[in-house]
């Protein structure tokens, strides 16, 4: 029996502490995962996203105006967020 615990000897407190300890490890390894992910969101400008979605400018224009996809900007600049434009696409049915 590897990796087994057997409860018969652990007190109730044991086991409470336990549980406590292994929950506030998940928990803080999951905050440094989402915080990682916010951080590092990789923004793409408008011609590097007309190359990962394989558009054209134009269309990149039409799809911003309708608010099929969210741009961010600084002065003139347009960014758009890699993780955005993922969900942004559709499951087509056959």
Known sequence: MKNSIILQQLS????QELIGTTVKKS?????????????TEELLTR??????????????????????????????RRYYKRSELLECLTLLKK
Request: charged share 30%; hydrophobic share 35%; glycine share 6%.
């Open 12 to 15: 109730v407190e044991q086991l």
């Open 27 to 39: 928990v803080e390894e999951l905050q440094k995962e989402l915080q990682s992910k916010k951080f």
């Open 47 to 76: 011609e590097e996203t007309c190359k990962f979605l394989k558009i054209n400018s134009s269309t990149l224009w039409a799809w911003q105006n309708k608010g099929k996809v969210k741009a961010y900007g600084i002065g003139a």
